[in-house]
């Protein structure tokens, strides 16, 4: 690799660093119709927790921050939540922007996220959910959320189970309410079969790439969509003239030969 290639590889390799390392002011307008309810149990090395919570698909308001990532929907955007103990607050939010890796660094004793994990979530989030713009039922926007939180923070690895009673249900599992007219029951059978099919087959396929975290400490981790950095005029412009020069002195080497 020559030093023109080396420069525009290092400077696009700051415009992603940079982006990354910033914020979003964000607001909550609340859960979409594209959610339910759901008892869930978790774990957490024998602090457990067990609520009846609302979970799915919610509506995200960008009010600032300086993160050049935008949501692919704008400043009104969909979103969901990876953490099932916090909730997410109604006043504004300055949240630091991360790597879908990086979730959970302040809020789960296990750590941010990590690799293996974010990569199922992005395998998962391929094959169900692709677009965040599209819309959903509220079978299903609970469906993906009860997949969300069982990747998360059960440690079975790629052997995920979420029905309570199950064989290899681990430190999360999930019970159907008895009063919301068999929404949370579907959403769960919906949530086991996508884990099967995409993620429990032992079978790394496409991975949805564009999945990053609002994250902060005492506050919920969001997931969003990204939409694709913009790349600056100056820096576009210096990279024409960068390729230009190289073009001219490969002519000239030419002529020379």
């Known amino acids: 690799m020559n030093f023109?290639?080396?420069?525009?590889?290092?400077?696009?390799?700051?415009?992603?660093?940079?982006s990354l390392a910033a914020?979003?002011?964000?607001?909550?307008?609340?859960?979409?119709?594209?959610?339910?309810?759901?008892f869930r149990h978790?774990?957490?090395?024998?602090?457990?927790?067990?609520?009846?919570?609302?979970?799915?698909?919610f509506l995200l308001k960008r009010t600032g921050g300086?993160?050049?990532?935008?949501?692919?929907?704008?400043d009104f955007f969909n979103a969901f939540c990876l953490e099932p103990r916090v909730s997410i607050g109604s006043n504004?939010?300055?949240?630091?922007?991360?790597?879908?890796?990086?979730?959970?660094?302040?809020?789960?004793?296990?750590?941010?996220?990590?690799?293996?994990?974010?990569?199922?979530?992005?395998?998962?989030?391929?094959?169900?959910?692709?677009?965040?713009?599209?819309?959903?039922?509220?079978?299903?926007?609970?469906?993906i959320q009860i997949s969300l939180w069982e990747i998360a923070r059960d440690n079975n690895l790629g052997h995920y189970v979420v029905t309570e009673g199950a064989a290899g249900a681990g430190d999360v599992w999930f019970r159907a309410?008895?009063?919301?007219?068999?929404?949370s029951a579907a959403a769960i059978l919906l949530a086991q079969t996508w884990l099967d099919s995409y993620?429990?087959?032992?079978?790394?396929?496409p991975m949805l790439n564009n999945l990053y975290t609002l994250t902060y400490d005492g506050k919920q981790d969001i997931i969003f969509q990204a939409a694709a950095v913009p790349v600056p005029p100056s820096l576009l412009l210096f990279g024409s003239a960068l390729l230009g020069f190289a073009g001219f002195r490969r002519h000239r080497k030419s002529k020379a030969a």
């Open 4 to 18: 023109i290639h080396t420069t525009l590889l290092l400077l696009l390799l700051s415009l992603s660093t940079s």
């Open 23 to 38: 914020t979003m002011e964000v607001v909550s307008e609340g859960l979409t119709g594209s959610s339910g309810s759901v």
């Open 42 to 57: 978790v774990d957490d090395a024998g602090d457990v927790g067990a609520y009846t919570l609302s979970g799915g698909e």
């Open 66 to 74: 300086t993160s050049i990532l935008n949501p692919t929907q704008g």
């Open 92 to 143: 504004a939010t300055m949240y630091e922007v991360s790597p879908l890796e990086q979730a959970h660094q302040y809020s789960s004793p296990d750590g941010a996220l990590g690799t293996a994990k974010a990569n199922y979530i992005r395998e998962l989030m391929y094959q169900v959910h692709p677009d965040f713009a599209e819309s959903l039922t509220a079978t299903e926007g609970l469906a």
């Open 177 to 183: 309410l008895t009063t919301d007219g068999g929404l």
């Open 199 to 205: 993620v429990n087959d032992g079978v790394m396929g």
